[in-house]
């Protein structure tokens, strides 16, 4: 009895080593979602209230973007207001911007959304922005749409999983990251979609370690590059569209001319 009792301990630490690499053998391959809008509902429009008028009235809606435009943003990634902000200054031309509070446009407030308790708010209404946005006197509305998925999985060192001290220190694992920005701009007076600008970034970092932060960096350099070519997307909209509008020579000439008559 006593040399079994002698044993005991070392049995028990022997299973809960197995234990331990085991756990982290299964763990090897996890997927991570980071989209803050998903949990809010969306409402375009109530598709009962949809009718022909509302169909003809989306044909005859037509771009109005002045020289210097007054401009609405929204975004769920309540963490990227600042640099969101700072692209929609660098549109030329810009007189204001106005941020949609989440609050008064959804009902939730900043630590409610994506979360199963507590009140869930009355989702987002495109209507409602637009309503708000015009409330501001804004005469563009710009929606931003942020994610990214991570994804660690194991290589051909994750065999090696089954010890524990491989598992901790040896490079078995592969990490792939993407990641989106999908831009909106919207005509606040008529819903005139402006343009759906959409960038994305993928990479992949090989053989690193449990601890390694790869994914972070990854993460941050992909964000960077998302709003550099957001951002020059966004300029050439604005832009494109401003010239569009603008009265050509031709147009002037024939103003002048019905002047005279």
């Not at 299964?26 to 979602?33: D, F, G, L, Q, R």
Request: charged share 20%; with cysteine.
């Amino acid at each position: 009895m006593l040399a079994r009792a002698m044993t005991c301990p070392s049995i028990t630490w022997s299973y809960a080593l197995v234990c331990c690499a085991a756990a982290l053998s299964s763990a090897h391959c996890a997927s991570t979602v980071y989209r803050p809008g998903a949990g809010a509902s969306l409402t375009l429009d109530g598709a009962a209230e949809i009718n022909d008028d509302d169909v003809r009235k989306a044909f005859e809606a037509t771009p109005k973007i002045p020289a210097h435009p007054k401009v609405a943003y929204f975004t769920f990634a309540h963490d990227y207001e600042r640099e969101l902000s700072a692209l929609v200054r660098a549109v030329p031309g810009v007189d204001t911007i106005y941020r949609l509070p989440n609050l008064l446009l959804t009902g939730r407030g900043r630590y409610d959304a994506g979360h199963g308790w507590g009140d869930p708010g009355e989702g987002f209404s495109l209507k409602r922005a637009r309503l708000m946005a015009a409330r501001a006197h804004s005469d563009v509305l710009v929606l931003f749409d942020y994610g990214r998925r991570v994804v660690r999985s194991g290589n051909a060192l994750s065999v090696l999983g089954v010890l524990l001290v491989p598992a901790l220190l040896l490079p078995m694992y592969d990490i792939d990251v993407d990641s989106y920005l999908d831009t909106y701009v919207i005509d606040v007076r008529n819903g005139y979609l402006y343009a759906d600008l959409h960038t994305e970034q993928r990479g992949e970092a090989g053989t690193v370690t449990l601890y390694s932060d790869a994914d972070e960096r990854m993460i941050a350099k992909q964000w960077r590059q998302l709003l550099d070519d957001t951002r020059q997307a966004l300029v050439q909209t604005f832009v494109d569209e401003q010239q569009s509008a603008a009265p050509t020579e031709a147009d002037l000439l024939q103003g002048s001319q019905d002047t005279v008559e």
